[in-house]
């Protein structure tokens, strides 16, 4: 799935277009994957606030590649804690990279300038690249002129933030692959006190789904709230929102 290199990075096979919940960016995902299916597009520039599914997307896109023979590579970037410079060496022969958080090299000299070599010589081979980040690629503050304008050459979407409708239904979309039945004003009651964007909410079902087995419970209201009231380092959202959800 992944070149050889010092550094192994491997797509999430659980994170697909099939169970990704589009909510109001069902024709940006239809756009990304025809221009993952066809080829068209040399650069896909996958852009929205922190917690919309871009990672998700970004690993579907990659399944996508894969199921059509084509080679792949991914990674993560972290502003602060960016990999070595060599996980870009060689990495141009891969049909398609994909890059999270590409924002997180903007005034990174080195990184500026390694990537900008990387880009030209992948480009060079007609292979496909695939990007995300909180802002528009013009919105960049990449210091390389010439880096900035390339990040604007390919086929840019913006991903849109779920309402608390779409919240609601994309979490007992990812309950019901799960096993897990969440009655909707069980799924209002955690939406209004846990952090609505989709990684917390993913978190948050992994531990009621585990919570739920081991109690052998459905996940009511009264039950839910048990497993709060025992869990001591629970906040309100309003004070909290990232409070911790480990229910053991």
């Given at each position: 799935m992944a070149l050889q290199l010092p550094l192994q990075f491997e797509f999430n096979t659980q994170q697909t277009f099939s169970n990704y919940?589009?909510?109001?960016?069902?024709?940006?995902v239809s756009h990304l994957k025809s221009a993952l299916t066809e080829g068209r597009e040399q650069l896909i520039f996958l852009w929205g606030a922190s917690g919309v599914g871009k990672t998700h997307l970004l690993h579907a896109s990659c399944h996508q590649a894969h199921l059509t023979q084509h080679s792949t590579f991914i990674f993560s970037l972290q502003a602060g804690q960016l990999p070595?410079?060599?996980i870009l060496e060689n990495l141009e022969e891969s049909d398609w990279v994909c890059i999270?958080?590409?924002?997180?090299?903007?005034?990174?000299?080195d990184w500026e300038?390694?990537?900008f070599n990387f880009f030209n010589r992948h480009r060079d081979l007609d292979k496909h690249l695939v990007l995300t980040a909180n802002t528009p690629?013009?919105?960049l503050t990449v210091d390389l002129p010439d880096l900035k304008t390339r990040l604007n050459w390919g086929l840019t979407l913006k991903l849109e933030s779920l309402t608390d409708?779409?919240?609601?239904?994309?979490?007992?979309?990812?309950a019901k692959t799960l096993g897990l039945a969440i009655k909707p004003h069980v799924g209002k009651y955690l939406l209004t006190h846990f952090?609505?964007?989709?990684?917390?909410?993913?978190?948050?079902l992994?531990?009621?789904d585990s919570a739920t087995l081991a109690a052998k419970r459905k996940l009511t209201l009264p039950f839910l709230r048990q497993l709060l009231q025992a869990d001591p380092d629970n906040t309100d959202s309003k004070s909290n929102p990232n409070a911790p959800t480990n229910f053991d």
């Open positions: 919940y589009p909510g109001p960016n069902l024709e940006v070595p410079l060599r999270d958080n590409i924002d997180c090299i903007a005034g990174n000299a300038l390694a990537f690629p013009n919105f409708e779409d919240s609601l239904a994309a979490l007992q979309m990812k952090a609505r964007d989709l990684p917390s909410l993913w978190r948050l992994d531990d009621l």
